[in-house]
């Protein structure tokens, strides 16, 4: 087989562990000869699947006891909705990053108006940056933050302080880096960046924001029936979970997300050393707001012209993945948690490569 690196933003690349993982279940669960997918979500063997990914999170991010976990479907788009639904009282206070987040606030937006607060925006340099110096209306019922800007390639790198519960969309940075989950009323994301495979979302919640709406909530939407059921209102999706809890396994055999983090700040490091030392290459975001997970560079001026000749290239080596959302144009290499240091060094070399031949 060809060697590849793959650099793809979402779907992207997991543990090459969890997917073989994943392929044994598909044709021998536990030794039961049958398939995962073949089985009782409601037997034994399954709800032990269950129960070891709730830990896992637990474990992993020292989530406190007064928060519940549970496992989704709908993705982080389903969330945008099901916020509002079970936090909106009277107002709502979203920051603005990027396309995920203009979509979250645009569901409050539908639901609720101008009850819905934008605090700040940086639609202004195309989310290039994470705006600073905003003020957060202390009568909102929550603040919501997008944490990574997937497309833009920016990222909140520390948990905010907020005068109201914190929402945050964390679907493509969770478990890169050690979290204070009490600085949160709600974390969210779909699974298929950093903890497995589309079609699973988490939901980490503490209990006491819920409740408060005085609405009714459609009950597949009410997270409260999900708690009630642990998270088996109805049938969850089983080949999701399995890849996920098979992640977090390999996430703890890196050392946990304090591991991950090690590893994804060094990742970072070397490739976006590399971009500032390219003259071919420029980066896009703001250098204190620049993304972990996802890195996006542009040709530097004068060199506009090389962007197809440098992704055949690109290709030709090996990578994949790196050529950047329509929105910001170039290239971007996402380099998630399971994104081998070797890539990023491929990824490096090719580049270095590239600069000698069009030197
Ligand atoms: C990928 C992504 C989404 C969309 O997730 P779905 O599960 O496809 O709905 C939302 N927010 C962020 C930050 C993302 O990276």
């Given at each position: 087989?060809?060697?590849?690196?793959?650099?793809?933003?979402?779907?992207?690349?997991?543990p090459?562990?969890?997917?073989?993982?994943?392929?044994?279940?598909?044709?021998?669960?536990?030794?039961?000869?049958l398939s995962?997918?073949?089985?009782s979500?409601r037997?034994?063997?399954?709800?032990a699947?269950?129960?070891?990914?709730?830990?896992?999170?637990?474990?992993?991010?020292?989530i406190?006891?007064?928060?519940?976990v549970?496992?989704l479907?709908?993705?982080?788009?389903?969330q945008?909705?099901?916020?509002?639904?079970?936090?909106f009282?009277t107002?709502?206070?979203y920051?603005?990053?990027?396309?995920?987040?203009?979509?979250?606030?645009?569901?409050?937006k539908g639901?609720?108006?101008?009850?819905?607060?934008?605090?700040a925006?940086?639609a202004d340099?195309?989310?290039?940056?994470?705006?600073?110096?905003?003020?957060?209306?202390k009568?909102?019922d929550?603040?919501h933050?997008t944490t990574?800007n997937?497309?833009?390639g920016?990222e909140?790198?520390?948990?905010?302080?907020?005068?109201v519960p914190?929402?945050?969309d964390?679907?493509?940075?969770?478990m890169?880096?050690?979290?204070?989950?009490?600085?949160?009323?709600?974390?969210?994301?779909?699974?298929?960046?950093?903890?497995?495979?589309a079609?699973?979302?988490?939901v980490?919640?503490?209990?006491?924001?819920?409740?408060k709406?005085?609405?009714?909530?459609?009950?597949?939407?009410?997270?409260t029936?999900?708690?009630k059921?642990?998270?088996?209102?109805n049938?969850?999706p089983?080949?999701?979970?399995?890849i996920?809890?098979?992640?977090?396994?390999?996430?703890k055999s890196?050392g946990?997300?304090?591991?991950?983090?090690?590893?994804n700040?060094?990742?970072?490091?070397?490739?976006y050393?590399?971009?500032?030392?390219?003259?071919?290459?420029?980066g896009?975001?703001?250098?204190?707001?620049?993304?972990?997970?996802?890195?996006?560079?542009?040709?530097?001026?004068?060199?506009?012209?090389?962007?197809?000749?440098f992704?055949?290239f690109?290709?030709?080596?090996?990578?994949?993945?790196?050529?950047?959302h329509r929105?910001v144009?170039?290239?971007?290499?996402?380099i998630?948690?399971?994104?081998?240091k070797?890539?990023?060094?491929?990824?490096?070399?090719?580049?270095?490569?590239?600069e000698r031949?069009?030197?």
């Amino acid at each position: 087989m060809k060697t590849v690196h793959n650099f793809n933003a979402g779907p992207c690349i997991l543990p090459q562990p969890a997917v073989e993982a994943g392929v044994k279940a598909l044709t021998n669960f536990k030794d039961s000869g049958l398939s995962v997918i073949e089985i009782s979500h409601r037997s034994k063997d399954w709800e032990a699947v269950m129960a070891e990914c709730e830990a896992q999170w637990r474990e992993l991010l020292h989530i406190p006891d007064n928060y519940k976990v549970l496992f989704l479907t709908g993705g982080a788009s389903t969330q945008f909705m099901m916020v509002p639904f079970n936090l909106f009282h009277t107002k709502a206070a979203y920051l603005e990053t990027g396309v995920w987040a203009k979509k979250a606030y645009a569901e409050a937006k539908g639901l609720h108006g101008d009850a819905a607060v934008k605090v700040a925006s940086s639609a202004d340099r195309n989310y290039n940056y994470i705006p600073k110096g905003y003020d957060v209306p202390k009568d909102a019922d929550y603040f919501h933050i997008t944490t990574n800007n997937t497309i833009y390639g920016t990222e909140i790198h520390t948990d905010y302080d907020s005068p109201v519960p914190l929402v945050a969309d964390m679907s493509s940075d969770i478990m890169s880096r050690p979290l204070d989950v009490a600085k949160y009323g709600l974390i969210y994301g779909g699974a298929q960046k950093n903890v497995g495979t589309a079609g699973v979302t988490f939901v980490i919640v503490r209990e006491d924001v819920l409740g408060k709406t005085g609405r009714y909530i459609p009950t597949i939407l009410d997270y409260t029936s999900h708690i009630k059921n642990g998270s088996m209102y109805n049938t969850p999706p089983v080949f999701p979970i399995f890849i996920m809890n098979e992640t977090l396994k390999w996430v703890k055999s890196q050392g946990g997300v304090a591991g991950m983090y090690k590893q994804n700040v060094e990742k970072a490091a070397l490739l976006y050393n590399e971009i500032d030392r390219n003259k071919l290459f420029v980066g896009t975001a703001e250098k204190e707001d620049r993304s972990l997970m996802n890195v996006c560079f542009v040709m530097n001026k004068g060199f506009e012209n090389k962007e197809e000749a440098f992704l055949n290239f690109a290709k030709e080596k090996g990578m994949v993945g790196i050529k950047g959302h329509r929105s910001v144009g170039g290239f971007r290499a996402s380099i998630y948690n399971a994104c081998p240091k070797e890539s990023v060094q491929a990824l490096i070399d090719c580049m270095r490569e590239f600069e000698r031949s069009e030197a």
